[in-house]
């Protein structure tokens, strides 16, 4: 029996077929551009975060997402 896709609030099959044709359809350049812009978003920060410690730092995060956009929650 094939498991059913779940997906996050907000998701369906059409959002995630879309995001895969944006990485699919980008160029190396495109995706670099991109990566070097995010790196220079101030509201934003990478660190590197021991693996056991990533499903903390999710929970944490969708909390703060919660408590500071609760429509995204809601998928709107």
Avoid: C
Avoid at 22 to 42: K, M, R
Avoid at 60 to 66: E, F, N, Q, S, V
Wanted: glycine fraction near 2%; avoid cysteine; aromatic fraction near 6%.
């Amino acid at each position: 029996m094939k498991k059913k896709n779940e997906f996050p609030p907000g998701w369906d099959e059409e959002r995630v077929q879309s995001v895969i044709a944006y990485y699919d359809q980008q160029t190396e350049d495109e995706a670099v551009a991109e990566a070097e812009e995010a790196l220079q978003n101030e509201s934003s920060m990478l660190i590197e975060v021991p693996i056991e410690l990533v499903p903390a730092v999710r929970e944490l995060i969708a909390k703060h997402a919660a408590q500071n956009h609760p429509q995204a929650e809601q998928g709107t």
